[in-house]
């Protein structure tokens, strides 16, 4: 067809008519004057079908069998265009949907006409810009009607071919526009003014198209070819636009804006990269589902605060000590005794931190308790005292702050009420990209689905809930056994282990020196895996067992830290009774020292004392702080070997034993291990608080811990990734995370406790540490109070800490809280109401429509039989047959063309849908 | 000299470890201690003793009552891992469904499987049975004929020498129904002899016992890869044991796809 319509009106002058005459047809066909326009329209066909009669040509007949139903389509279509606004409607309609559909088909049509194209598409465009901008369409169409009288001489010569080409245009107009514009690339200086614009309003257009892609209800493939065809016009063209100057400002600025855009992708790119170990977590999440995923989470973030704590403790206490404070072997506290100096550098003592590693800047005794050190002044004892408090606090905050925003996140519906939806529809994880691990989540999907069913069955019946009450009691109990067993066993050991000590731990074997350690790390490695057992009875989902077993491993491990607190605290207690005598014994030891050197030399008695042999008292504090970096070493040591051991070692035996082993070990009886995130996140969690509790006493601690996670991370990584297999029933664990925080706040608060209640409490060594000297450590606040700060500073500060002000304020913040809990309650149940709300309008819109849908059916039902009545009677069968079918068939496609014979006109409804069916009568008439 | 209290901390891996495992306990327990016990109390075989039992207790000429017979020892008094009532339901249905006329079995041990085969076949229909023991096999074969059965053929030998000999010996052109139960290592092997031999032909159907439990790794690591199979998995427990998985493999033969189909 369009190779015949450019052979036949090549020249320009009928062309350009010809294609004011389109614009002007298909410009006021959108604007107004409909029915003026359906009468021309009519004219129109006639004309186009005495044409098509007189000249058609081979080509055209290509053309045609090309276009198939399309081209009958709309014909069909413009027989019935008296209805305008439809029309109208569908034309916009077709012409979004169009573009990227019609592509491939287009690209035979575009291939020679170009020219003609062009100028269609020009002027095209020109009414679409008429259609939005009212008074700019007046004066064109002043024009148009001008060179309307040109053109209907011009249109008697030309073939109905450039109708038909018109007929197709609008779908094909994308693509030529993108034509066009090619040809304008080649010389665009040439373009009018009015082609530029058109040129702007298409690029805005595919823009705009760019922008709402994603909410179109496409299939993807369309998508994804019309944005790249988008994208590549937009490419090519944005740059042509502007003239001279201009021009180039524009092509510049456009430049200008990709690059910025790619660099900020790039940007986005490099914040991911730099995100640590965000690619192995994703990797790991495809692997074996986020629950696993989030455990790798959890240590980043923790790794993150250790990171903090211990920039604060390393940067404010640590370094400007070892810089700025004396140096070792000036002072006792800061030599190894007499005693102790052969053995001093053995690994075996400094493994125990003892020996040189006890007297450094690793605890808490080797610091002075000099006011302010070095050129700076730095006041160290308030340092320190802050610093403690600090961690402490930031840990607070970032732990509250990190769970209030989880729990915004995790605001969402509730997951009782539409059960199988919420499973339907929910209960993919996205995330995984591993086919076994896919295999499993399909698998525990479709258990999840045959257990709910069964769950709904039974819930009806429930004569089985007994059991699995009796069932969950009975576990509880067991369990609570263990937790007495091991809780006794700690105690047992810790009481022998104070015998032995009283004893002398040298004449003791090593297991018997470390088995308060071992038993602990023991218990702590195996009642989890007995909980695991014990649940199998309880028979929970796995997301809520996971959260029992979680408590459990809990309230375990808080026996044993507690126990160990506790037989910590017997300890401090001897130490204290010890520093008594030694402090006794130091004014004997002095007194005899001065009376001995006095008659020899009166001036310097103390230059004779080397540091190393001055007595000093057992300095509990670094005691403390040994025993938490000892617990924490070797509970290090133990995660680490069952991780070697328990999961790699197995995991080879499993490997490669399998080749000649009677049964089949990897399906069978060993396995590999799964990962156990509720272990690990304890562990990490208990890891945790003994770092908040013993920082204070050893200020290395954060610095072995960051240490330890940074390992750790990559350990289990790569354990997880080669030694483990994907959990059985993998299941999504977005809603557990503020459940870890939970117990990391609770673990925050019970191990802040015992280091307050040490710091208050507990009067400092006299001989050891930045308080030395003091009766209590915070009296050092009070001591900068007195001596930094001016008068007036410390007088308003004691009378803001005067019980009078203090308990008044307190009592104000109660309030606040409760008013605020209260509110956000009220709030809380205003949402359910909403919910509910919504609900009923959900249902009562579902009924609403479904009542329409009947009706309309009966409706048409009622319209055909009217139709059968009046004109039809030769056929009732079929109509009777048809009849009855509306109601179950699917609605058909809208085609928006009306009989012109009478359906009677009665929309009742949901007129789309009524129309819809109504149109059928046509097609009835067919037959 | 290690500590009780340390020792005392592996308490709970110990009872842990027993819990988890406890059917593989019982399993050891009445597979081996109980056998060996016996074969030395009585000087018999397992089999022989289970073929006395089932002497006394069943009705000779009626295959149910043996097979019940044998459930109740296996599940009573002693273990032999026969396919169990369980899982002979699925085999059952199998062979209904099927109806095959050539069926081969692939060891036989003590009938029980032959017997239950012979039950569900067809009119005409013929069971070899394969069994490699002298001693099973002539229990097995005392076991048919008790059961009433003579349409069957006990080859006595080895499974990967009667297979290439089948078509030759017995005059065997192809085989519908076969079902695997010796050996869990001979698994692969046999198949890939079967295949060679040209035995299977389009829609023969081959049942492969205990391939989770004790496993066959391999034969379906290869039945996943080959393609040439239909194949799917029958979940259930280990016979006469309830808490070990096993399943049964069901493969389809669809012959070589594709090469001479063009």
Known sequence: MTKCGVSVLTTGDEDEVSSCYEEHEWGKNRVKGREKEREKKKRGNARKKGASRAGRGDEELEERAERGEKGRRRRKRDNHDGKGRERDEEEQAEEKSGRAAKNKKNLKNERTRKMEQEERDTEEGDAKRKKKNESAKREEKKEDGGKRAVKEKANAVKTKKHKKKVETSEEEDVEEEEEEEKEKELRPESLSPEELEKLKEAVDEKKKLIQTLRGKPWPMKKKLSTL???????????????????????????????????????????????????????????????????????????????????????????????????????????????????????????????????????????????????????????????????????????????????????????????????????????????????????????????????????????????????????????????????????????????????????????????????????????????????????????????QWQLGRIFALFLGNLYTFIIALMDEINLKRKEEEIVKFNMTVWEASLYNGTVPENSTAPPVTIHPADVPRGPCWETMVGQEFVRLIISDTMTTYITLLIGDFLRAVLVRFLNYCWCWDLEAGFPSYSEFDVSGNVLGLIFNQGMIWMGAFYAPCLPALNVLRLHVSMYLQCWAVMCCNVPQERVFKASGSNNFYMAMLLVILFLSTLPAIYTIVTIPPSFDCGPFSGKSRMFDVIQETLESDFPAWFSKVFSYASNPGLVLPFLLLMVLAIYYLQSTSKSFKEANVELKKKLQMQNEENKKKSKRAALKAAMDLEEARKAMTQNGRNATPLLTDQEGQLPATRAPVPRTYHHGNHGAPGYLPGIPRQTEARVHRAPSLQRH | MVSPAIALAFLPLVVTLIIRYRYYFVLFYRAFLVRVWQDCATGLSREERAFQYVLTNATPG?????????????????????????????????????????????????????????????????????????????????????????????????????????????????????????????????????????????????????????????????????????????????????????????????????????
């Open chain 1, 228 to 546: 790249r065809e988008s994208q590549e016009f937009l490419e090519k063209y944005e740059g042509a636009l502007g003239k001279g100057k201009g021009r180039r400002l524009y092509a510049y600025k456009v430049m200008m804006t990709k690059k910025w855009m790619k660099f900020q992708r790039d940007f986005e790119n490099f914040k991911t990269a730099c995100i640590p170990w965000e690619m192995k977590i994703k990797e790991i999440e495809s692997h074996f589902g986020s629950s696993v995923a989030s455990y790798f989470i959890f240590l980043r973030w923790m790794y993150g605060i250790n990171m903090i704590l211990f920039g604060l403790t390393f940067g404010l206490v640590m370094v400007p000590e070892a810089l700025m404070g004396r140096p070792y072997g000036s002072m006792p506290r800061k030599t190894v005794p007499r005693a102790d100096e052969a053995s001093a550098m053995d690994f075996a003592v400094l493994w125990d931190f003892g020996g040189y590693a006890q007297y450094s800047v690793l605890f808490y005794g080797y610091y002075n308790n000099q006011r302010a050190i070095g050129w700076l002044k730095f006041r160290m004892p308030l340092s320190y005292f802050l610093v403690g408090v600090g961690t402490v606090a930031y840990s607070y905050m970032v732990v509250i702050r990190t769970m209030a925003r989880n729990a915004n996140e995790s605001g969402g519906g509730d997951d009782n009420s539409f059960n199988f939806s919420w499973k339907m529809f929910t209960s993919w994880d996205y995330l995984i990209g591993n086919p076994e691990t896919a295999d499993n989540k399909f698998a525990s999907i479709t258990t999840s689905f045959k257990e709910a069913i069964l769950e709904e069955q039974e819930s009806r019946k429930d004569d089985n809930i007994h059991l699995t009450r009796f069932l969950r009691v009975l576990a509880n109990f067991l369990v609570m056994c263990c937790l007495a067993g091991s809780g006794y066993l700690i105690y047992f050991v810790v009481r022998r282990s104070q015998k032995f000590a009283l004893d002398g731990l040298d004449n003791h074997s090593w297991w018997e020196r470390n088995e308060v350690n071992m038993v602990m790390s023991l218990l702590g490695m195996f009642c989890p895996m007995l909980f695991d057992v014990i649940s199998t009875l309880e028979n929970y989902h796995p997301r809520i067992a996971l």
């Open chain 2, 62 to 262: 009626d295959p149910d009552s043996i097979l019940e017979a044998f459930d109740q020892w296996c599940s009573k008094v002693e273990f032999i891992s026969n396919i169990g009532p369980k899982k002979g339901k699925i085999l059952d249905r199998l062979l209904m469904e099927q109806s095959p006329m050539t069926v081969l079995e692939l060891g036989a041990h003590c009938g029980y499987s032959a017997v239950r085969m012979a039950r569900c076949l067809p009119l005409g229909a013929r069971l070899y049975s394969v069994e490699m023991d002298q001693r099973n096999a002539t229990i097995a074969e005392k076991v048919i004929r008790l059961a009433g059965f003579d349409d069957d053929t006990l080859i006595v030998s080895p499974s990967d020498e009667v297979i290439p000999r089948l078509r030759s010996d017995y005059g065997l052109e192809t085989v519908d129904f076969v079902f695997m139960d010796h050996w869990k290592k001979c698994y692969l092997p046999d198949l890939q002899l079967l295949e060679g031999s040209g035995l299977l032909g389009k829609g023969s159907m081959i049942l492969a016992d205990n391939v989770l439990f004790p496993g066959a790794p391999n034969f379906l690591r290869y039945v996943r890869k080959s393609g040439l199979y239909e194949w799917r998995i029958h979940q259930a427990t280990l016979e006469y044991i309830r808490g070990i998985r096993d399943g049964m493999a069901e493969l389809v033969y669809q012959g070589i796809k594709g090469g001479r189909a063009g």
